[in-house]
């Protein structure tokens, strides 16, 4: 009996180690396993940023945006790295899903930030090690852990970057030609431009879901091509001139961030099409720009039938009750609504001039009126971006290409249907005519010749319609994690 009471008394102690060391093993991978949520959670924080940050300078190019993604991951990390580990790191870091155009870290190429040149750029934080604390004993000296983002690129309201060029001589403020007839005709504000070159720009599409221009070929006949690039903007991302070596011309095939464009030469069609009546191209339908959006509205009217366009004057997105230390008084909605409709058009430049002369004055075309922080302007077919251009004019000849500057926002304003060199038959602007009024145009081969805009002050707008603010290059877009 003594002998049994002692062996059960041995095995219970072994038993209460086994015990005690399992349930030490267990709590120990409890405070390790903690220990890597954490990391994770922080791995995971550090991608958000880092794609964000990266993908506000994906325009100027994706080894800047990578560098600027890859500096703020390293930034919020805890794990502390010299630059050759840094590079190292990313260098061996595998991507599977990495998009087409990888970027590089402090020179060293790598697929785990990647863009795929449409909107969408992505971010994979390299391995990070965490040791462990009491697993070890198991084996396990440590485990490892990653984060993956991405950030899409989306169109706010109409949106889109329009293929018309503004040269740098361009005035702020002011009425300019964003296309003049190719006859070569001069009706103010459009003066003509170099031989063969009438303000429009040569985009090619490279194929983006978000604007359905997906089914379509890279290059197709001109008219088609401006025709796509006007109601839906430009469809994929081009940056500003950071004069490298050469000159990369959007072809599409090139790498991506081409950051100079062709010009058309002595294209016709596809301008009305465009803005107006819209059209299907290769089987895929395309509005007319003018005619979208929940605006008031007036109808134009010729031989390929009646199209309604927006008819909101620009002073409409003006708030109502500013002081003079908010807006110049020439800027005031009531100063505006005092005057006849040629008056107030007559004013606008002089609002936007005072405007942009002056300093501390809100937003000027801030007007929300439903309140959800977004202005009102930007649901406007009429607001849209523009590249300029460093060229202070068009290049002779069939071959130009113009070097990007930065980009601005424009409110369109005039249409010229049926031009000649002493002028144009029906020129339309918008809030001349009452709303749902038709408009009748003589028809002709190009019924609408020219269309002018207003060049808007850079602080006229909330910087954020504008990506990077002044001088920014991605156009009327905002930025968001995927889900």
Not at 114 to 138: E, M
Not at 269 to 279: A, K, N, P, R, Y
Not at 399 to 423: D, E, M, P
Request: with cysteine.
């Amino acid at each position: 009996m003594s002998s049994r009471s002692s062996s059960d008394r041995g095995a219970g102690l072994v038993m209460a180690a086994i015990t005690m060391t399992v349930l030490l093993g267990i709590s120990g991978f409890a405070v390790d396993l903690g220990m890597l949520y954490a990391e994770r959670r922080n791995d995971q924080s550090a991608a958000d940023t880092g794609v964000l940050a990266g993908g506000l300078d994906l325009s100027l190019g994706i080894s800047v945006a990578s560098n600027t993604a890859a500096e703020i991951v390293r930034t919020n990390l805890t794990t502390t790295y010299t630059d050759a580990e840094w590079s190292t790191a990313w260098g061996s870091c595998v991507d599977p899903e990495a998009f087409a155009f990888t970027g590089d870290v402090l020179g060293t190429a790598t697929d785990c930030i990647s863009a795929d040149g449409l909107g969408t750029f992505r971010v994979v934080v390299p391995d990070q090690a965490v040791p462990t604390a009491f697993t070890s004993v198991f084996g396990f000296e440590s485990f490892t852990t990653s984060a993956t983002a991405e950030a899409s690129l989306t169109i706010q309201g109409i949106g889109g970057v329009l293929p018309f060029a503004v040269l740098g001589s361009a005035t702020t403020g002011t009425e300019l030609c964003m296309r003049s007839s190719s006859s070569g005709t001069a009706v103010p504000p459009c003066t003509g431009g170099a031989s063969g070159n009438f303000g429009a720009l040569e985009i090619g599409q490279w194929g983006n879901p978000a604007v359905g221009t997906e089914s379509l070929p890279c290059q197709m006949n001109k008219s088609d091509q401006l025709t796509v690039n006007i109601s839906v903007g430009i469809d994929h991302f081009v940056r500003i001139w950071d004069n490298p070596p050469g000159n990369v011309v959007d072809d599409c095939a090139k790498p991506y961030g081409p950051n100079a464009l062709p010009t058309f030469q002595g294209i016709s069609g596809g301008l009305f099409e465009g803005l107006i009546s819209g059209d299907v191209v290769i089987g895929s339908a395309f509005p007319g720009r003018l005619g979208r959006g929940n605006t008031d509205k007036v109808y134009v009217a010729n031989n390929s039938g009646t199209h309604d366009i927006d008819n909101v004057p620009i002073w409409e997105y003006i708030k109502y009750g500013q002081t003079a230390f908010q807006l110049p008084t020439s800027c005031h909605r009531e100063t505006f609504e005092a005057l006849s409709h040629a008056l107030a058009e007559a004013n606008i430049p002089i609002c936007l001039l005072a405007f942009d002369a002056g300093t501390g004055y809100d937003n000027l075309l801030g007007f929300d009126a439903n309140g959800d922080d977004i202005p009102d302007v930007t649901l406007s077919p009429r607001f849209a971006i523009v590249p300029q251009f460093h060229e202070l004019g068009f290049p002779n000849g069939n071959n130009g290409t113009l070097t990007i500057k930065g980009y601005r926002a424009v409110y369109v304003q005039g249409l010229y249907f049926n031009c000649s060199g002493g002028g144009c038959s029906t020129v339309v602007t918008p809030g001349a005519v009452a709303d749902l009024q038709t408009i009748s145009i003589p028809n002709g081969n190009s019924p609408l010749d020219q269309v002018s805009g207003f060049l808007l002050p850079y602080s006229s707008v909330d910087d954020s319609l504008i990506e990077n603010g002044v001088g920014g290059n991605l156009g009327a877009y905002q930025i968001h994690l995927s889900k």
